[in-house]
Protein backbone atom coordinates (compact mmCIF):
# COMPACT_ATOMS: atom_id res chain seq x y z
CA UNK A 1 0.00 0.00 0.00
CA UNK A 2 1.28 3.01 -0.45
CA UNK A 3 1.00 6.25 1.81
CA UNK A 4 -2.69 7.56 1.74
CA UNK A 5 -2.70 11.49 0.87
CA UNK A 6 -2.40 13.57 3.71
CA UNK A 7 -1.46 11.46 6.15
CA UNK A 8 -0.23 10.94 9.06
CA UNK A 9 -2.32 14.75 9.60
CA UNK A 10 -0.08 17.34 10.93
CA UNK A 11 -0.65 18.46 14.82
CA UNK A 12 2.00 19.82 16.70
CA UNK A 13 2.65 19.94 20.34
CA UNK A 14 3.62 22.95 21.80
CA UNK A 15 7.17 22.91 23.17
CA UNK A 16 8.49 19.90 21.47
CA UNK A 17 12.02 20.67 19.23
CA UNK A 18 11.25 21.85 15.51
CA UNK A 19 13.76 19.60 13.97
CA UNK A 20 15.02 15.93 15.41
CA UNK A 21 18.57 14.26 13.85
CA UNK A 22 17.51 10.64 13.47
CA UNK A 23 20.62 8.01 14.03
CA UNK A 24 20.40 5.41 12.00
CA UNK A 25 21.64 2.03 13.34
CA UNK A 26 20.00 -0.64 10.97
CA UNK A 27 23.46 -1.69 9.38
CA UNK A 28 25.14 -2.15 12.94
CA UNK A 29 22.46 -2.51 15.65
CA UNK A 30 20.11 -4.14 13.28
CA UNK A 31 22.69 -6.58 11.58
CA UNK A 32 25.58 -7.44 14.57
CA UNK A 33 22.52 -10.44 15.73
CA UNK A 34 21.26 -12.12 12.58
CA UNK A 35 21.41 -15.45 12.57
CA UNK A 36 21.95 -15.74 8.82
CA UNK A 37 25.41 -14.63 7.37
CA UNK A 38 24.33 -11.54 5.08
CA UNK A 39 27.10 -11.03 1.97
CA UNK A 40 28.95 -7.78 2.35
CA UNK A 41 27.73 -6.74 -0.77
CA UNK A 42 23.57 -6.48 0.51
CA UNK A 43 25.04 -4.33 3.77
CA UNK A 44 26.86 -2.09 1.04
CA UNK A 45 23.29 -1.52 -0.60
CA UNK A 46 21.57 -1.41 2.73
CA UNK A 47 24.13 1.46 3.85
CA UNK A 48 23.51 3.07 0.58
CA UNK A 49 19.93 2.90 0.31
CA UNK A 50 19.34 4.34 3.63
CA UNK A 51 21.95 7.48 3.00
CA UNK A 52 19.66 7.67 -0.42
CA UNK A 53 16.77 7.67 1.81
CA UNK A 54 17.98 11.04 3.30
CA UNK A 55 19.13 9.76 6.92
CA UNK A 56 21.90 11.99 7.88
CA UNK A 57 23.79 9.32 10.09
CA UNK A 58 23.71 5.64 9.24
CA UNK A 59 26.31 3.96 11.76
CA UNK A 60 27.50 1.29 9.00
CA UNK A 61 29.50 -1.53 11.43
CA UNK A 62 32.11 -2.28 14.14
CA UNK A 63 35.30 -2.95 14.51
CA UNK A 64 34.85 -5.23 17.06
CA UNK A 65 36.70 -8.75 17.61
CA UNK A 66 35.54 -10.73 14.68
CA UNK A 67 34.92 -13.85 17.00
CA UNK A 68 32.73 -11.82 19.62
CA UNK A 69 30.37 -10.67 16.64
CA UNK A 70 31.62 -12.58 13.46
CA UNK A 71 28.28 -11.24 11.47
CA UNK A 72 30.30 -7.94 11.47
CA UNK A 73 33.60 -9.40 11.17
CA UNK A 74 33.63 -7.61 7.48
CA UNK A 75 33.56 -4.09 8.36
CA UNK A 76 36.84 -3.46 6.93
CA UNK A 77 35.47 -4.70 3.15
CA UNK A 78 32.15 -2.93 4.05
CA UNK A 79 34.15 -0.07 4.06
CA UNK A 80 36.33 -0.40 1.44
CA UNK A 81 33.43 -1.39 -1.26
CA UNK A 82 31.40 2.01 0.29
CA UNK A 83 34.61 4.12 -0.55
CA UNK A 84 34.34 7.72 -0.20
CA UNK A 85 30.49 7.43 0.14
CA UNK A 86 31.12 5.65 3.60
CA UNK A 87 33.74 8.42 5.04
CA UNK A 88 30.80 10.32 7.06
CA UNK A 89 29.12 6.84 8.44
CA UNK A 90 30.16 6.53 12.42
CA UNK A 91 31.49 2.71 13.36
CA UNK A 92 31.74 1.46 16.72
CA UNK A 93 35.42 0.52 18.15
CA UNK A 94 36.06 -0.86 21.55
CA UNK A 95 39.59 -0.56 21.89
CA UNK A 96 42.82 0.59 20.51
CA UNK A 97 42.62 -2.13 17.73
CA UNK A 98 39.43 -1.35 16.64
CA UNK A 99 40.55 2.32 16.63
CA UNK A 100 43.44 1.45 14.89
CA UNK A 101 41.61 -0.88 11.83
CA UNK A 102 39.27 2.35 11.59
CA UNK A 103 41.55 5.28 11.40
CA UNK A 104 43.61 2.93 8.77
CA UNK A 105 40.84 3.20 6.40
CA UNK A 106 40.66 7.06 6.81
CA UNK A 107 37.37 6.40 9.11
CA UNK A 108 36.91 9.83 11.20
CA UNK A 109 33.48 9.06 13.06
CA UNK A 110 33.61 6.42 15.98
CA UNK A 111 31.82 5.23 19.00
CA UNK A 112 32.94 3.71 21.88
CA UNK A 113 30.11 1.78 23.91
CA UNK A 114 30.35 0.95 27.80
CA UNK A 115 28.17 -0.05 30.11
CA UNK A 116 26.10 1.31 33.14
CA UNK A 117 26.17 -2.19 34.99
CA UNK A 118 29.07 -4.46 35.92
CA UNK A 119 27.45 -7.61 34.68
CA UNK A 120 27.15 -6.06 31.36
CA UNK A 121 30.75 -4.51 30.85
CA UNK A 122 32.04 -8.16 31.63
CA UNK A 123 29.48 -10.09 29.49
CA UNK A 124 29.65 -7.14 26.32
CA UNK A 125 33.41 -6.02 26.51
CA UNK A 126 35.64 -8.66 28.88
CA UNK A 127 35.93 -5.82 30.89
CA UNK A 128 34.89 -5.19 34.78
CA UNK A 129 32.92 -1.91 35.07
CA UNK A 130 35.81 0.12 36.05
CA UNK A 131 38.09 -1.49 33.46
CA UNK A 132 36.17 -0.48 30.87
CA UNK A 133 37.47 3.56 31.14
CA UNK A 134 40.57 2.30 30.90
CA UNK A 135 40.38 0.37 27.67
CA UNK A 136 37.95 3.21 26.65
CA UNK A 137 40.43 6.99 27.46
CA UNK A 138 43.69 5.86 24.72
CA UNK A 139 40.61 5.16 22.22
CA UNK A 140 39.24 8.36 23.15
CA UNK A 141 42.19 10.80 23.24
CA UNK A 142 43.57 9.15 19.89
CA UNK A 143 40.66 9.58 18.02
CA UNK A 144 40.41 12.89 19.47
CA UNK A 145 43.73 13.47 18.29
CA UNK A 146 43.59 12.23 14.85
CA UNK A 147 40.23 14.64 13.92
CA UNK A 148 37.48 12.09 14.98
CA UNK A 149 34.69 12.60 16.43
CA UNK A 150 33.62 9.93 19.26
CA UNK A 151 30.21 9.22 20.40
CA UNK A 152 30.44 7.84 23.26
CA UNK A 153 26.97 4.78 24.11
CA UNK A 154 26.12 3.88 28.16
CA UNK A 155 23.90 0.39 27.72
CA UNK A 156 21.35 -0.79 30.53
CA UNK A 157 20.38 2.53 31.08
CA UNK A 158 17.11 1.79 32.24
CA UNK A 159 17.51 -1.64 33.41
CA UNK A 160 19.70 -4.95 33.09
CA UNK A 161 18.70 -8.40 32.99
CA UNK A 162 20.88 -9.98 35.91
CA UNK A 163 21.45 -6.75 38.19
CA UNK A 164 17.16 -5.85 37.75
CA UNK A 165 16.69 -2.01 38.00
CA UNK A 166 20.01 0.42 37.28
CA UNK A 167 19.74 3.50 39.40
CA UNK A 168 19.60 6.67 37.46
CA UNK A 169 22.47 8.25 39.40
CA UNK A 170 24.62 4.74 38.63
CA UNK A 171 23.49 6.03 35.02
CA UNK A 172 24.68 9.75 35.34
CA UNK A 173 27.69 8.36 36.58
CA UNK A 174 28.51 5.86 33.04
CA UNK A 175 27.75 8.82 31.23
CA UNK A 176 29.71 11.35 32.84
CA UNK A 177 33.07 9.45 32.23
CA UNK A 178 32.88 9.09 28.98
CA UNK A 179 31.89 12.49 28.78
CA UNK A 180 34.97 13.81 31.03
CA UNK A 181 37.18 11.18 28.53
CA UNK A 182 36.06 13.60 25.47
CA UNK A 183 32.94 11.70 23.89
CA UNK A 184 30.97 14.75 22.20
CA UNK A 185 27.65 13.03 22.48
CA UNK A 186 25.70 10.35 24.59
CA UNK A 187 23.43 7.67 23.49
CA UNK A 188 21.65 6.34 26.69
CA UNK A 189 20.74 2.89 25.46
CA UNK A 190 17.40 0.86 26.87
CA UNK A 191 19.48 -2.16 25.98
CA UNK A 192 16.43 -4.76 26.67
CA UNK A 193 13.49 -2.46 25.75
CA UNK A 194 12.45 -2.03 29.24
CA UNK A 195 12.19 1.73 30.63
CA UNK A 196 9.02 3.42 30.28
CA UNK A 197 7.92 7.12 29.79
CA UNK A 198 8.28 8.44 33.23
CA UNK A 199 11.71 6.80 33.79
CA UNK A 200 13.37 8.60 30.45
CA UNK A 201 12.19 11.75 31.88
CA UNK A 202 13.40 11.48 34.85
CA UNK A 203 16.58 10.22 33.38
CA UNK A 204 17.04 13.27 31.22
CA UNK A 205 16.11 15.25 33.76
CA UNK A 206 18.97 13.25 36.20
CA UNK A 207 21.87 14.46 33.67
CA UNK A 208 20.91 18.17 33.13
CA UNK A 209 20.90 18.13 37.04
CA UNK A 210 24.54 16.81 36.96
CA UNK A 211 25.18 19.76 34.40
CA UNK A 212 24.84 17.91 31.28
CA UNK A 213 22.63 19.94 28.34
CA UNK A 214 20.11 17.90 26.58
CA UNK A 215 21.80 18.64 23.29
CA UNK A 216 24.74 16.40 24.33
CA UNK A 217 22.08 13.70 25.01
CA UNK A 218 20.53 11.09 22.24
CA UNK A 219 18.17 8.42 23.24
CA UNK A 220 18.45 4.50 21.73
CA UNK A 221 15.45 2.53 22.47
CA UNK A 222 14.64 -0.86 21.94
CA UNK A 223 11.15 -1.96 21.38
CA UNK A 224 11.05 -5.19 23.34
CA UNK A 225 7.86 -3.82 25.33
CA UNK A 226 6.37 -2.31 23.05
CA UNK A 227 7.42 1.08 24.95
CA UNK A 228 9.76 3.25 22.37
CA UNK A 229 7.54 5.18 20.46
CA UNK A 230 6.11 6.24 24.02
CA UNK A 231 9.79 6.77 25.41
CA UNK A 232 10.44 9.30 22.31
CA UNK A 233 7.60 11.67 23.17
CA UNK A 234 9.26 11.74 26.35
CA UNK A 235 12.43 12.41 25.00
CA UNK A 236 11.16 15.47 23.02
CA UNK A 237 9.16 16.71 25.93
CA UNK A 238 12.29 16.58 27.87
CA UNK A 239 14.04 18.16 24.56
CA UNK A 240 16.42 15.61 23.27
CA UNK A 241 16.79 16.13 19.61
CA UNK A 242 18.98 13.13 18.42
CA UNK A 243 17.06 9.71 18.30
CA UNK A 244 18.84 6.60 17.37
CA UNK A 245 16.60 3.93 15.68
CA UNK A 246 16.68 1.41 13.08
CA UNK A 247 15.75 0.87 9.81
CA UNK A 248 12.48 -1.87 9.93
CA UNK A 249 12.61 -2.50 13.41
CA UNK A 250 16.06 -4.71 12.43
CA UNK A 251 18.17 -5.50 15.78
CA UNK A 252 19.69 -6.89 19.03
CA UNK A 253 22.71 -7.19 21.19
CA UNK A 254 23.80 -10.76 20.94
CA UNK A 255 25.31 -10.34 24.80
CA UNK A 256 21.99 -9.24 26.33
CA UNK A 257 19.64 -12.09 25.09
CA UNK A 258 16.41 -10.24 25.88
CA UNK A 259 17.32 -6.92 23.61
CA UNK A 260 15.20 -7.43 20.70
CA UNK A 261 14.61 -5.21 17.79
CA UNK A 262 15.89 -1.35 17.95
CA UNK A 263 12.73 1.17 17.26
CA UNK A 264 12.20 0.60 13.85
CA UNK A 265 13.24 4.25 12.22
CA UNK A 266 9.96 3.84 9.93
CA UNK A 267 7.64 4.19 13.30
CA UNK A 268 9.52 7.32 14.16
CA UNK A 269 9.10 8.86 11.12
CA UNK A 270 5.90 8.27 11.10
CA UNK A 271 5.32 9.89 14.62
CA UNK A 272 7.65 12.36 13.86
CA UNK A 273 5.69 13.79 10.57
CA UNK A 274 2.46 13.54 12.66
CA UNK A 275 4.00 16.21 15.14
CA UNK A 276 5.40 18.13 12.32
CA UNK A 277 9.01 17.94 13.39
CA UNK A 278 11.28 17.95 10.65
CA UNK A 279 13.78 14.65 10.12
CA UNK A 280 14.98 14.83 6.69
CA UNK A 281 14.08 11.29 5.77
CA UNK A 282 12.01 9.67 2.89
CA UNK A 283 9.59 7.47 4.16
CA UNK A 284 8.92 5.59 0.69
CA UNK A 285 12.08 5.08 -0.06
CA UNK A 286 12.75 3.54 3.51
CA UNK A 287 9.91 1.50 3.90
CA UNK A 288 11.00 0.27 0.20
CA UNK A 289 14.36 -0.55 1.56
CA UNK A 290 13.08 -2.64 4.61
CA UNK A 291 11.19 -4.32 2.80
CA UNK A 292 13.75 -5.42 0.34
CA UNK A 293 15.77 -6.23 3.46
CA UNK A 294 13.30 -8.25 5.27
CA UNK A 295 12.87 -10.78 1.85
CA UNK A 296 16.79 -10.93 1.98
CA UNK A 297 15.78 -12.38 5.34
CA UNK A 298 13.01 -14.16 4.60
CA UNK A 299 10.89 -12.79 7.16
CA UNK A 300 8.81 -9.89 7.92
CA UNK A 301 9.89 -6.84 9.31
CA UNK A 302 8.31 -6.16 12.88
CA UNK A 303 7.45 -2.49 12.17
CA UNK A 304 3.58 -1.58 12.18
CA UNK A 305 4.38 1.29 9.23
CA UNK A 306 6.68 -0.93 7.22
CA UNK A 307 3.56 -3.81 7.21
CA UNK A 308 1.17 -1.25 6.78
CA UNK A 309 2.81 0.09 3.88
CA UNK A 310 5.34 -2.42 2.47
P1 LIG B 1 39.12 -9.57 24.51
O1 LIG B 1 39.05 -11.01 24.11
O2 LIG B 1 39.22 -9.24 25.96
O3 LIG B 1 40.29 -8.85 23.69
O4 LIG B 1 37.84 -8.86 23.90
P2 LIG B 1 41.83 -8.67 24.03
O5 LIG B 1 42.10 -7.22 24.16
O6 LIG B 1 42.20 -9.57 25.16
O7 LIG B 1 42.53 -9.21 22.70
C1 LIG B 1 42.47 -10.61 22.34
C2 LIG B 1 42.77 -10.77 20.87
O8 LIG B 1 41.73 -10.17 20.11
C3 LIG B 1 44.06 -10.13 20.38
O9 LIG B 1 44.56 -10.96 19.34
C4 LIG B 1 43.59 -8.84 19.78
O10 LIG B 1 44.44 -8.34 18.76
C5 LIG B 1 42.26 -9.22 19.19
P3 LIG B 1 45.84 -11.91 19.60
O11 LIG B 1 46.91 -10.94 20.00
O12 LIG B 1 45.39 -12.81 20.70
O13 LIG B 1 46.00 -12.56 18.28
N1 LIG B 1 41.38 -8.07 19.15
C6 LIG B 1 40.78 -7.58 18.05
N2 LIG B 1 40.77 -7.96 16.77
C7 LIG B 1 40.06 -7.18 15.92
N3 LIG B 1 39.38 -6.08 16.27
C8 LIG B 1 39.35 -5.67 17.54
C9 LIG B 1 40.08 -6.45 18.50
N4 LIG B 1 40.26 -6.32 19.82
C10 LIG B 1 41.05 -7.30 20.21
N5 LIG B 1 38.69 -4.56 17.91
C11 LIG B 1 36.69 -6.91 23.10
C12 LIG B 1 37.57 -7.49 24.20
C13 LIG B 1 36.20 -5.56 23.57
C14 LIG B 1 37.53 -6.77 21.84
C15 LIG B 1 35.50 -7.88 22.85
O14 LIG B 1 34.84 -8.06 24.06
C16 LIG B 1 34.54 -7.36 21.82
O15 LIG B 1 34.86 -7.30 20.63
N6 LIG B 1 33.30 -6.99 22.24
C17 LIG B 1 32.31 -6.43 21.33
C18 LIG B 1 30.90 -6.79 21.75
C19 LIG B 1 29.93 -6.10 20.85
O16 LIG B 1 30.23 -5.67 19.75
N7 LIG B 1 28.66 -6.00 21.32
C20 LIG B 1 27.60 -5.35 20.58
C21 LIG B 1 27.75 -3.86 20.51
S1 LIG B 1 27.16 -3.04 21.96
C22 LIG B 1 25.45 -2.85 21.71
O17 LIG B 1 24.91 -3.42 20.81
C23 LIG B 1 24.68 -1.90 22.59
C24 LIG B 1 24.30 -0.60 21.88
O18 LIG B 1 23.51 -0.84 20.73
C25 LIG B 1 23.54 0.34 22.83
C26 LIG B 1 22.40 -0.35 23.58
O19 LIG B 1 21.50 -0.92 22.93
O20 LIG B 1 22.46 -0.33 24.81
C27 LIG B 1 25.57 0.16 21.40
MG1 LIG C 1 21.34 -1.22 20.80
Same mark, same amino acid.
Given at each position: ?????? #??A???????P?RV???E &????????N??T???TD????F??? #?L??????V?A?? /?V?????P??????E?M? #???D?G??????V????G?????????????? %???A?E????????? =????QW?M %???VVS??L?????????? =?M? %??????????L??V?EA????L?? @?C???????????G???????L?AA???A @???????AL? /?H??????? =????AGL??G??????S? @?G??G??Y??S?T?????????? #?????G???????SS? &?A? =??W????L?????SA &???AL?
Amino acid at each position: MTRPAG #LPATHPEPGLPERVTIYE &VGARDGLQNEATAIPTDVKEQFVRR #LLAAGLPVVEATS /FVHPRWVPQLADAAELMG #LLGDDGLDCPVLVPNERGLDRALDLGLRHVAV %FASATETFAQRNLNR =SYDEQWAM %FEPVVSRALAAGADVRGYV =SMC %FGDPWEGAVPLEQVVEAGRHLLDL @GCTQLSLGDTIGVGTAGHVGALVAAFVEA @GVGVDRLALH /FHDTYGQAL =SNVQAGLRAGVTTYDASA @GGLGGCPYAESATGNLATEDLVW #LLDGLGIEHGVDLSSL &VAT =STWMADVLGRPSPSA &VVRALG
